[in-house]
């Protein structure tokens, strides 16, 4: 059974940092890209970040770019998504997601599958 568990979520004020992490099982995670995407109250789901499989290389839309940093450790099933200088439209369920196998950077998350059950994230200004 596939599953991904996020967790590093909370209230934290602007300007402050968080870490969010995402077990996987189930699969061989090693060979997927892996995606952080975002919900915000009635706003549709975004794309934050991307990881390829080999760790290599990353890709972020402008809003986060500079401020959230991805990474993956293959030897703990999980990727990391470190947020630094989070302002109060960072607020969002945020969820991490399979990418493709021996994949790149996609941003589309139509490409993606098996997501998390999400972690909530508040930033108060």
Not at 36 to 54: L, N, T, Y
Not at 100 to 116: K, R
Request: glycine fraction near 12%.
């Amino acid at each position: 059974q596939v599953r991904l568990v996020e967790s590093g979520g909370g209230l934290v004020q602007a300007g402050d940092s968080l870490r969010l992490s995402c077990t996987a099982s189930g699969r061989t995670f090693s060979i997927y890209a892996m995606g952080w995407f975002r919900r915000a109250p009635g706003k549709e789901r975004e794309f934050v970040a991307v990881i390829d499989w080999s760790g290599r290389r990353t890709n972020y839309p402008d809003s986060v770019k500079g401020r959230f940093t991805i990474s993956r450790d293959n030897v703990k099933n999980t990727v990391y998504l470190q947020m630094d200088s989070l302002k109060p439209e960072d607020t969002a369920v945020y969820y991490c997601a399979f990418g493709l196998q021996f994949g790149g950077i996609a941003t589309d998350s139509s490409l993606y599958t098996d997501w998390g059950q999400g972690t909530q994230v508040t930033v108060s200004s």
